[in-house]
């Protein structure tokens, strides 16, 4: 079959490999559709060696059952199915409290969960092996949509679920970065919250793709971008901010309008650094506030709300479609900005 492949540094490409056969506890899936997220695209571009050479690429997963594997009965062949990205150990006290994205089975504290397209095989083949724990009914979405869903959808929804406390009446949330997952953000608070959504990006075409459905956007590099998000945000600041880009300049807005006791989320990791002064006559930062860094990926309960809220026609965002052949002008439009909303790659 073929599969495309990180074969070293800025090198990845198609290579004919063997059909992977499923081992106990595991079902091999004929994979629809795989999302291309922009970790694959770091990978590519990453001037050392990413991931180990000769990894399949592809984490967002889509496809349905065609083998079983020994002692698999929890699923039946026929069933189509998304793949949960974090492949956790499942007997910590972490993972026994349904917190698989932050499994204590790694080598370090400093070393998350892996899955696959990361540290196993992934999807961008014709076929993969995947935990059947991993494996979740797709309840009849259309695969090219099902496949985001767990990354760029449940990425955010893991971020709102986790602050559902400061999302009260009245609430405020800042989203940074409207992008795939900032997109799937605004579409999942519209979805399962009142708050009132700002967004602020630094292309307008991004802008344009969530005008209509919050109640502001602001260009990042308008005049006093920090007071006019304070200032729609009932004065003092958004509850929650959620941060998907991680540069200097985006940790910098997101700290000086959080509202007090407000939290700032950040999942993006463009290697910006956040800035905590605790000195009362300079700091921007307001007392109580909260920053959580780099919050990995999102729990399988996660992935089963997200699965059930785009079941039900809730949550949407823009799909451009390559077929697998062109798997390499995806990277290549998606890495230079003109993928709106997320890039999927179709097997058949």
Same mark, same amino acid.
């Given at each position: 079959m073929r599969a495309l492949k990180y074969k070293g540094v800025h090198d990845i490409g198609f290579l004919d490999v063997p059909v992977p056969e499923p081992g106990p506890g595991q079902v091999r899936l004929e994979v629809s559709a795989c999302g291309v997220c922009h970790t694959d695209v770091t990978f590519r571009n990453n001037p050392e060696i990413a991931v180990e050479p000769g990894l399949t690429l592809g984490h967002e997963i889509a496809g349905v059952v065609e083998s079983l594997g020994p002692e698999v009965s929890s699923i039946s062949l026929g069933t189509e199915v998304v793949v949960h990205t974090i492949w956790s150990c499942g007997r910590c006290r972490q993972c026994l409290r349904g917190r698989e994205n932050a499994c204590l089975s790694t080598a370090s504290r400093l070393t998350p969960p892996q899955g696959p397209g990361?540290?196993? @095989?992934? $999807?961008? !083949?014709?076929?993969?092996?995947?935990? !059947?724990? #991993?494996?979740? =009914?797709?309840? $009849?979405? !259309? =695969?090219?949509?099902?496949?985001?869903? =767990? @990354?760029? !959808?449940?990425?955010?929804?893991?971020?709102? @679920? #986790?602050?559902?406390?400061?999302?009260?009446? $009245?609430? #405020?949330?800042?989203?940074?970065?409207a992008g795939g997952l900032g997109q799937f953000a605004v579409s999942i608070l519209r979805a399962t919250t009142e708050a009132r959504v700002v967004v602020v990006d630094v292309r307008e075409s991004a802008l344009d793709a969530v005008r209509s459905q919050v109640f502001a956007v602001l260009n990042s590099n308008a005049a006093s971008i920090a007071d006019r998000v304070v200032e729609i945000a009932s004065g003092h600041g958004p509850d929650l901010v959620l941060d998907f880009v991680g540069t200097d300049s985006t940790l910098q807005l997101a700290g000086s309008v959080v509202a007090p006791y407000g939290t700032v989320w950040v999942p993006g990791q463009s290697g910006g650094t956040f800035t905590l002064d605790t000195d009362r006559a300079t700091t921007a930062v307001p007392r109580g506030a909260a920053i959580v860094s780099r919050p990995y990926g999102g729990t399988r309960n996660n992935l089963a709300d997200v699965i059930a809220l785009a079941a039900d026609g809730l949550i949407t965002i823009p799909i451009t479609t390559y077929p697998f052949e062109n798997a390499l002008a995806a990277f290549d439009d998606l890495d230079a900005g003109r993928v709106v909303g997320r890039a999927v790659l179709t097997m058949n």
């Open positions: 990361t540290r196993y @095989d992934g $999807g961008m !083949a014709k076929y993969v092996v995947v935990p !059947a724990a #991993s494996a979740l =009914p797709t309840r $009849g979405l !259309a =695969p090219e949509f099902a496949s985001v869903l =767990p @990354d760029a !959808a449940t990425v955010p929804y893991h971020a709102v @679920d #986790s602050n559902r406390h400061l999302l009260v009446d $009245g609430a #405020s949330v800042l989203v940074i970065g």
